[in-house]
């Protein structure tokens, strides 16, 4: 009894695995369900329960005494904060700051000097 011819596909083995996977599937199915109930139902591991860290109160206690910096909730006023400014000494002349006009004109100056340059294409 021997099988010639054997180059097509095996239909019986293949109806025997797909028969062996749905009983397979069936099953873990099954089992599934069972498992679901029983971890809703069953008991829980009861929590633990909360004891703080002796370190921890200590930090928390130590924090508690530490003193805090001084922080300045109103504001300076302005007299107090010209005092609080660096002055020359009384005897050392400061040349004086030129004024926004003065400024202003010597950057428009400057500006038709670089605009002229760059007409003769010198910059």
């Known amino acids: 009894n021997m099988k010639l011819g054997g180059l097509g596909p095996d239909y019986e083995a293949i109806k025997e695995k797909k028969q062996k996977l ?49 922080t300045f909730i109103a504001r300076q006023s302005d007299q107090e904060v010209k005092e609080v400014l660096p002055q020359a000494p009384k005897g050392t002349s400061l040349p004086q700051i030129p004024s926004l006009e003065s400024l202003w004109d010597r950057h428009k100056k400057e500006k038709e000097f670089v605009a002229a340059f760059k007409a003769l294409r010198i910059l």
């Open 22 to 70: 749905k009983l397979q599937k069936e099953y873990s199915r099954q089992i599934k369900e069972y498992n679901m109930k029983n971890i809703t139902v069953g008991q829980r591991l009861p929590a633990k329960p909360q004891v703080p860290s002796v370190s921890r109160q200590k930090a928390l206690e130590y924090a508690k005494k530490i003193p805090r910096p001084k």
